[in-house]
C-alpha cells in the first residue's frame, strides 16, 4: 500500500540521519506555509491507497462499535516537490567525497526544519485533528507523522470513512472499510493515515529447513511449506 511504503521512506530517513556537524544546507531558508486557504470541511479530498489488503468485503462483519478505541493513529505529511529534490540532493552529497556535505549526518530535528512542513501547517493539521476531538500525541521530529488517538466516531466524522470488523482466518480484526478523506484545503502537507487498523505486518522470514552438522558431513533437513 502506497501509504506503507511512504512511512517506511520517513522512517528510515529520520533513523540514518544522526548529525555529526551541520551541512552546508543550514544557509538555505526553511519551508514556506503551503496552506494557503481556509479549511472548509465541505470541500473534501480521497487519500487513495489507505485500505488495508485484507480489508475486503467477503471478510466484513460490520461497523464497529462509536465508541470503538482508535490509538496511536499516524498523519502521513508530505514535503514540497522542492523539498524533495533538495532532501535528495543533500542524501547524494553526504555519500560524495567530493561534497563539503560528505558524511555530515543531520538530527532528525535539523531535517524537519529544513524539509519538513512549517510551523503554521503543523498548528492548521494539529488543530483540525483537534477540533474533531482527537488527542494529538506527538508530531515527529522530522515532521513526518502526527501521533493521535480518538475512536471510531472520530474516524468516521473527520475522515468520512467507517471502521468495520472483518474477520480473516478465524482472526477478527478492525479496519477501514473505504479510502479517508480530508479537507482539500489540508491535501499539500497531508499525504494518508496510517494505522487505521490493526492487522498485524506479515513477517517476511520462512523456514527453509532443519539445519543439523556434525563432523562427518553437514545436512539441511527440509520442512514441507505452510
Do not use: Y
Not at 121 to 128: E, G, K, L, N, R
Not at 155 to 174: S, Y
Amino acid at each position: 500500500m502506497r501509504v506503507f511504503r511512504i512511512v517506511l521512506l520517513l522512517v528510515s530517513l529520520g533513523a540514518s540521519c544522526f548529525v555529526s556537524s551541520a551541512p552546508a544546507f543550514a544557509q538555505a531558508s526553511a519551508g514556506q506555509a503551503r496552506i494557503r486557504n481556509a479549511v472548509d470541511e465541505s470541500q473534501l479530498t480521497k487519500l487513495p491507497g489507505n485500505v488495508h489488503p485484507l480489508a475486503r468485503a467477503e471478510f466484513d462483519r460490520g461497523v464497529a462499535p462509536p465508541d470503538l478505541p482508535m490509538q496511536r493513529m499516524l498523519l502521513v505529511l508530505k514535503r514540497s516537490a522542492e523539498q524533495e529534490a533538495a532532501l535528495q540532493q543533500l542524501l547524494d552529497d553526504q555519500q560524495d567525497k567530493a561534497s563539503p556535505n560528505f558524511h555530515k549526518w543531520v538530527a532528525p530535528e535539523h531535517l524537519g526544519q529544513q524539509f519538513g512542513p512549517a510551523d503554521q501547517d503543523i498548528q492548521i493539521v494539529t488543530a483540525w485533528l483537534q477540533t474533531h476531538g482527537f488527542q494529538v500525541a506527538r508530531v515527529s521530529k522530522g515532521r513526518t507523522v502526527v501521533e493521535f488517538s480518538g475512536n471510531a466516531a472520530q474516524v468516521l466524522e473527520a475522515f468520512h470513512t467507517a471502521i468495520h470488523k472483518f474477520t480473516v482466518n478465524g482472526e477478527d480484526h478492525w479496519a477501514n472499510a473505504s479510502d479517508p478523506q480530508i479537507p482539500e484545503a489540508l491535501t499539500p502537507v497531508v499525504a494518508g493515515v496510517n494505522t487505521l487498523h490493526n492487522f498485524s505486518r506479515r513477517s517476511m522470514i520462512s523456514t527453509a529447513g532443519v539445519f543439523t552438522r556434525s563432523k562427518q558431513r553437514v545436512r539441511l533437513r527440509q520442512r514441507n511449506p505452510c
